[in-house]
């Protein structure tokens, strides 16, 4: 499985961002697909997750901020990403989990959000 992530960029605070990944390769029907971060000297973190069926788990600091979807037909992931902090600074890692259990990560995309 390969995953192409795109749409960081430099934004202020308060603006907006769209990320998305496409998937290819052997995709399995049922999966998770998310989006982590891992932001200079400290470790990556779990964003937002989303299930084959549409089932979505966010960590608490981006919750009502932060949107995650996508196109099963397309094996695309999305993450709308709102009101936008300096602190969500990080570099982004798209991610796809198959049923086969097995962990696939896309290049990260820089996301920097000027205060």
């Known amino acids: 499985v390969q995953l192409q992530a795109s749409g960081g960029g430099l934004v202020q605070a308060g603006g907006s961002l769209r990320l998305s990944c496409a998937a290819s390769?052997?995709?399995?029907?049922?999966?998770?697909m998310g989006w982590y971060r891992q932001a200079p000297g400290k470790q990556r973190e779990v964003v937002a997750v989303?299930?084959?069926?549409?089932?979505?788990n966010y960590v608490d600091s981006v919750k009502g901020r932060f949107t995650i979807s996508r196109d099963n037909a397309k094996n695309t992931v999305y993450l709308q990403m709102n009101s936008l902090k300096p602190e969500d600074t990080a570099v982004y890692y798209c991610?796809?989990?198959?049923?086969?259990?097995?962990?696939?990560w896309g290049k990260g995309t820089q996301v920097t959000v000027s205060s």
């Open positions: 991610n796809y989990i198959g049923r086969d259990g097995i962990n696939y």
């Open positions: 390769g052997r995709i399995l029907s049922i999966n998770i």
């Open positions: 989303i299930s084959s069926g549409g089932s979505t």
